[in-house]
């Protein structure tokens, strides 16, 4: 049975949505191929799943990578296992082949690495499960994360169609989207609420 992955922050704002308009192309010179998020700063994993990488990378900071199990899409009712990746934090809890779920501290929300502007958690999600390090958010290779591959299509997707708020105890989450933000899809704070 497909799982529902809830935030990877209880409390949480968006600042910077996947792919949305130009004007973040405009002010950074590329697409955003993930979700930028501030708030508490205790990252969790989204849910059950493996870590397949966790470590300092040169460009984006200490980053984590997990193997979702089959991961419900909200928005258009499929399902499929799922790559989670996590940029910036101040450091990872998580090491290479443990199992995790949606209790298991991955990090800490950080500042690290040379494609930040502040303390923020960078999210992406990918249905491709065979090169889960490669991210299109690169030009080239550092020495965990790996530039895209050239010519292959685009597989990230947007967090905001597989996440989900839980708002009941011990999580009692909160989503929210920063106010003003010309790259900020105003949607993003109506994810599906669970309980």
Same mark, same amino acid.
């Given at each position: 049975?497909?799982?529902?992955? !809830?935030?990877?922050?209880?409390?949480?704002?968006?600042?910077?949505?996947?792919?949305?308009?130009?004007?973040?192309?405009? =002010? &950074?010179?590329?697409? %955003?191929? @993930?979700?930028?998020?501030?708030?508490?700063?205790?990252?969790?994993?989204?849910?059950?799943?493996?870590?397949? #990488?966790?470590?300092?990378?040169?460009?984006? @900071?200490?980053?984590? @990578?997990?193997?979702?199990?089959?991961?419900?899409?909200? &928005?258009?009712?499929?399902?499929?296992?799922?790559? @989670? =990746?996590? #940029? %910036?934090?101040?450091?990872?809890?998580?090491?290479?082949?443990?199992?995790?779920?949606?209790?298991?501290? +991955?990090?800490?929300?950080?500042? !690290?690495?040379?494609?930040?502007?502040?303390?923020?958690?960078? +999210?992406?999600?990918?249905?491709?499960?065979?090169?889960?390090?490669?991210?299109?958010?690169?030009?080239?290779?550092?020495?965990?994360?790996?530039?895209?591959? =050239?010519?292959?299509?685009?597989?990230?997707?947007?967090?905001?169609?597989?996440? %989900?708020?839980?708002?009941?105890?011990?999580?009692?989450?909160?989503?929210?989207?920063?106010?003003? !933000?010309?790259?900020?899809?105003?949607?993003?704070?109506?994810?599906?609420?669970?309980?």
């Amino acid at each position: 049975m497909a799982q529902q992955l !809830i935030q990877p922050v209880n409390d949480m704002t968006v600042t910077a949505s996947y792919r949305w308009g130009g004007a973040y192309r405009a =002010r &950074f010179g590329s697409d %955003h191929y @993930g979700q930028d998020v501030v708030g508490s700063t205790t990252v969790y994993a989204q849910g059950s799943g493996r870590v397949l #990488f966790a470590g300092c990378d040169r460009v984006c @900071g200490y980053v984590v @990578g997990i193997l979702y199990d089959e991961v419900q899409n909200h &928005f258009d009712g499929g399902s499929y296992p799922v790559v @989670g =990746r996590y #940029f %910036h934090l101040a450091g990872a809890q998580v090491q290479p082949g443990q199992r995790v779920d949606k209790d298991t501290v +991955i990090g800490i929300m950080g500042d !690290i690495g040379a494609l930040t502007t502040g303390r923020h958690l960078h +999210i992406e999600l990918d249905r491709d499960t065979a090169y889960p390090a490669y991210t299109p958010t690169l030009t080239g290779d550092s020495n965990i994360l790996k530039a895209g591959l =050239r010519g292959a299509k685009d597989t990230t997707l947007d967090p905001m169609r597989l996440t %989900h708020c839980k708002t009941s105890g011990p999580d009692n989450q909160r989503c929210a989207v920063g106010d003003g !933000i010309a790259w900020v899809d105003p949607r993003d704070g109506a994810i599906p609420r669970i309980r």
